[in-house]
């Protein structure tokens, strides 16, 4: 496993880190989410990252009872706070009462004194940047984080939060969670990489595999247990376009031509880019954990021939 900074911080992170997504708590029952876990912290993984909001807080506890007994120093944990927990005026959102009380819900069900990282997780219009920013300072001077970051928020905002930190002495966010896929990419690479080499941001990215699209597994249908066939997740049928089945088949082939999995392929291709700290991926099964680390040999083998053949293959953003 190598390890990559966390932008300008100390701090570094394993390349490939697990995500609680969907999985902990809801696809996966917790003695195999706890072996999910322990397998990944055994081949080198040391950053988890989850949300308050994964499975209504049961991700939490899950991962919480992953790690306990690990030693603490060799973990990167992270969950983030947004998106609604109680019913409620005050139960969502980034102000200073949601934020506050979030983070001591969280630490109670990771049973953890600190998180590593704490990522506003959306964007708050109701929310003034000035407000999140003196708040995320609070609780990193209170040893309850330490570091702060944001998860899908745009140049603007992110700027003005670091503008406004740094004029008045506070702690800037340290890094940016983004989606950032095959399909999806002009905002990273076009907004998100040179603010992260202006400003010294860590950029952890999330959906690599587009929610299994990329891993190949529909190449030829919905296979049963898959994320595609679980009901709340039934929005991604949709996705599944003759086209885009199509253009993963064509990356297929060019992953088996490499002597690599089509997932290992799609992983390699986001960990390629510097600017990335970071690639969060998700499991359900041990074997995914073995397969999607194994990506990190091909990260030399991606020659520009083999660059230049999934350009042809992918449209940028066209979803």
Not at 112 to 138: A, K, N, S
Not at 181 to 195: F, T
Request: some cysteine.
């Amino acid at each position: 496993m190598h390890y990559r900074r966390l932008g300008k911080t100390g701090i570094k992170v394993s390349e490939f880190s697990l995500g609680a997504w969907v999985t902990f708590g809801a696809q996966v029952d917790e003695q195999h989410s706890i072996e999910l876990v322990r397998s990944a912290y055994e081949q080198g993984v040391n950053f988890f990252d989850n949300a308050d909001v994964y499975a209504r807080g049961a991700a939490e506890v899950v991962l919480g009872k992953a790690v306990k007994g690990l030693p603490r120093e060799d973990l990167v944990i992270s969950s983030k706070v947004f998106f609604p927990t109680s019913d409620g005026p005050n139960g969502r959102g980034l102000s200073r009462k949601h934020i506050t009380e979030s983070i001591h819900a969280s630490l109670k069900r990771l049973g953890l004194d600190y998180l590593d990282l704490y990522f506003c997780h959306r964007y708050d219009p109701d929310t003034t940047v000035e407000e999140v920013v003196q708040t995320m300072d609070i609780l990193v001077r209170q040893g309850k984080i330490l570091y702060w970051g944001t998860s899908e928020w745009d140049v603007l905002h992110l700027t003005q939060a670091i503008a406004f930190a740094k004029d008045n002495g506070l702690i800037p966010p340290a890094t940016e969670q983004a989606k950032y896929h095959l399909l999806n990419r002009r905002h990273m690479e076009n907004d998100l990489a040179p603010l992260c080499q202006e400003y010294g941001l860590g950029l952890t990215t999330f959906s690599p595999l587009y929610n299994g699209i990329l891993s190949g597994k529909y190449n030829d249908g919905i296979p049963q247990g898959s994320r595609a066939a679980l009901e709340d997740m039934a929005w991604m049928q949709e996705r599944l376009t003759p086209e885009l089945i199509g253009q993963v088949r064509q990356f297929t082939a060019v992953a088996q031509d490499l002597g690599a999995t089509t997932a290992q392929l799609a992983l390699a291709w986001v960990l390629r880019r510097k600017e990335v700290s970071s690639v969060i991926t998700g499991a359900t099964r041990l074997e995914q954990i073995d397969e999607n680390l194994g990506a990190a040999e091909l990260e030399g083998r991606l020659t520009d021939g083999v660059l230049d053949a999934i350009e042809k293959i992918f449209e940028p953003d066209v979803l």
